[in-house]
């Protein structure tokens, strides 16, 4: 005998009384529409204090459940600590309040996609950041579902610092090869020859006599040969 399907409100049913059920996920439809789906925006701090100034981060706000994390721009050289994390991913609300947040509270307290515009400013737990720009998935997003055109704002971007130490003058000791060596690394390193030539002139050899010039008596019979190696270019002096 066939039977009849089971009707869907007594399956139901059965799941709430006999398994205890009837807590829905009611984020579950947000988290399967948009996980994995980011608005990126590039934001700027005015940070007022001794050693601050104008500071930019990344805000990373996600779809799935209306949380945001603010992260830094790391510039190298800088002289200031690597802090990467100016914000962990949390809700963050409009108006700053002491306590933890819950999901009971409105929806419309917590910052909302609509509420990141270009140029405005929003207030992060005390700071007042500028939106500044966005990458091109969030410009085409907002104009997908908002048909908002996301317009980034010109800001003057921080002057790149390079400074180089002045190569010292030549004192004369030893060749300038060697000496600039010692200034471009703390281990220096020994000049490449020229094995090329070395291969070919090494037996040349250029020999000279020479006096010493000198106004005492005694250096009037001194000799000299000066020998000029042509396979380095380096030279020897000896008396005879």
């Not at 030893?174 to 220096?188: A, N, Q, R, W, Y």
Request: glycine share 4%; proline share 6%; aromatic share 10%.
């Amino acid at each position: 005998m066939k039977q009849n399907p089971p009707d869907l409100a007594e399956t139901k049913e059965y799941f709430e009384v006999k398994l205890k059920g009837g807590m829905p996920n009611k984020k579950l439809a947000s988290y399967l529409k948009n996980d994995r789906k980011v608005l990126s925006f590039r934001i700027l701090w005015d940070d007022t204090s001794y050693d601050g100034g104008e500071k930019q981060y990344t805000l990373n706000y996600f779809l799935s459940d209306g949380t945001m994390e603010v992260k830094e721009i790391r510039v190298p050289n800088s002289g200031i600590d690597a802090f990467p994390m100016l914000l962990k991913r949390m809700k963050v609300p409009k108006v700053a309040v002491l306590t933890p947040y819950n999901d009971s509270q409105n929806k419309d307290d917590y910052y909302q996609p609509t509420d990141l515009l270009l140029g405005n400013v929003i207030h992060i737990y005390g700071r007042e950041v500028l939106l500044v720009s966005c990458d091109e998935y969030t410009t085409q997003w907002f104009r997908d579902n908002h048909e908002i055109e996301q317009a980034p704002l010109r800001v003057k971007e921080p002057a790149k610092k390079s400074s180089c130490a002045p190569v010292p003058v030549y004192n004369g000791f030893g060749t300038e090869e060697d000496s600039i060596g010692s200034v471009k690394s703390l281990i220096p390193k020994a000049p490449k020859k020229n094995e090329k030539k070395i291969f070919k002139s090494d037996m040349h050899i250029l020999r000279f006599d020479a006096k010493l010039v000198s106004t005492e008596p005694d250096d009037e019979n001194r000799k000299f040969i000066i020998a000029f190696y042509c396979g380095d270019d380096t030279i020897q002096v000896y008396e005879v």
